[in-house]
């Protein structure tokens, strides 16, 4: 198994994970079929969405796989009046992944990242490695360290 580069950010940073591997479903990228591939509670597979804010502009926001983004509740904990969800066409760009491989993780720039605090019920949860077909299974409180995000009420 290959290491992407949010395992290798986990890496220099000490803290365990464990990757898991899955086929790719290019029809289904859906967080419902990523979670049953990998053996994991819905609710603890944590899609990554991206949005830009009216003042800040770009930030990332990371909700568990059976939750929808509250927009107003981004807003207001990233300081803006007004949130919205960027173009599937300005992911990649931004980011440096592409749909369905978005991690919290290694991004092209720094960006907030909000986590919904409901991550914070489990010992661990899964987000993307920052490739399709792979998935990284951490502790919430080390990936909180690791990217110094912020915890707040987001679904």
Do not use: H, W
């Not at 990228?29 to 994991?40: H, I, M, P, R, T």
């Amino acid at each position: 198994m290959q290491k992407t580069n949010a395992a290798r950010i986990l890496d220099r940073n000490q803290i365990s994970y464990e990757l898991r591997e899955y086929k790719v479903d290019e029809d289904d990228l859906s967080a419902e079929n990523v979670a049953a591939k990998v053996g994991v509670p819905i609710q603890q597979v944590f899609k990554t969405l991206v949005a830009r804010g009216d003042k800040t502009g770009i930030l990332v926001a990371c909700i568990p796989g059976n939750g929808e983004l509250n927009l107003k509740l981004l807003a207001s904990v990233s300081g803006n009046k007004k949130v919205e969800m960027v173009s599937m066409k300005e992911i990649q760009g931004l980011t440096g992944y592409i749909r369905g491989g978005v991690s919290p993780l290694g991004m092209k720039k720094n960006y907030p990242v909000y986590i919904d605090n409901s991550a914070l019920k489990y010992d661990t949860i899964m987000i993307s490695a920052g490739q399709r077909g792979m998935q990284i299974l951490v502790s919430p409180t080390d990936l909180i360290e690791a990217i110094k995000a912020s915890m707040n009420k987001l679904v």
